[in-house]
């Protein structure tokens, strides 16, 4: 089964910190992807990546930034945080196309908080 | 962002009906995903679906491919407790990025 991990479940952070959320998947996935989720938004992407040190903007990159180093390996990073991005923030993980049809296997998610 | 439109929003049933949902899109897709999200958990994928027409179940699930390629339907039948949470559809267009559109969810509420 694919496993897709992220680091903390719960986390509570001030206005201008900066806040980093990791994600790990061990199916060797090229694809990786952020989306936060807020009610009544439904998942909004914010960065992907198809390989390691790529990255592509999603639809609300603004107050992010992702690093991926490694392929297993694909953090979030609020700069400096403020109070309207606290959200749930996802973390999913996909094949390549020739293995499956956009198949995105999700993480449980972090809660953030920020105050 | 583009979204799938994804209806109804909500839905509160006694144990035992029978549950139907339903995608739409404005534009065709060749992949159309169905996905379950139990309360402060991540989504689980439950079924995919490759081809227009294809009706495919998974235990009381079942979901059908759109024949226009623009649609697509989740059945659940005689409901039972731990079907509560929210429903998403995703659809992919066959683009190399493996990005999927979202609906806004069903939120499936049953009364034992």
């Known amino acids: 089964d694919v496993k897709v991990t992220q680091s903390s479940r719960y986390l509570v952070k001030r206005t201008g910190e900066k806040v980093f959320l990791e994600c790990v998947q061990d199916m060797d996935h090229e694809n990786m992807f952020w989306y936060r989720q807020d009610p009544g938004l439904g998942l909004r992407l914010i960065y992907f990546?198809?390989?390691?040190?790529?990255?592509e903007k999603g639809d609300i990159p603004e107050g992010y930034s992702v690093s991926r180093e490694k392929k297993e390996r694909f953090s979030l990073i609020l700069e400096s945080a403020s109070t309207n991005q606290t959200s749930m923030y996802l973390c999913?993980?996909?094949?390549?196309?020739?293995?499956?049809?956009?198949?995105?296997?999700f993480g449980p998610g972090t809660r953030l908080t920020v105050l | 962002g583009q979204q799938l439109n994804q209806s109804p929003q909500s839905m509160f049933i006694q144990e035992g009906e029978d549950v139907s949902m339903n995608c739409t899109s404005s534009?065709?897709?060749?992949?159309w995903l169905w996905y379950k999200q139990d309360p402060g958990e991540g989504p689980v994928l439950l079924i995919a679906?490759?081809?227009?027409?294809e009706l495919t179940s998974n235990g009381r699930l079942t979901a059908q491919f759109g024949i226009t390629r623009k649609d697509s339907f989740l059945n659940i039948s005689a409901s039972i407790p731990s079907d509560v949470g929210i429903y998403f559809c995703a659809g992919h267009d066959g683009g190399g990025a493996q990005k999927l559109v979202f609906g806004q969810g069903t939120r499936l509420t049953i009364n034992p």
């Open positions: 990546s198809y390989d390691v040190k790529m990255k």
């Open positions: 679906l490759y081809k227009a027409g």
């Open positions: 534009s065709i897709f060749n992949t």
């Open positions: 999913a993980s996909s094949p390549p196309r020739t293995s499956g049809g956009g198949q995105q296997y």
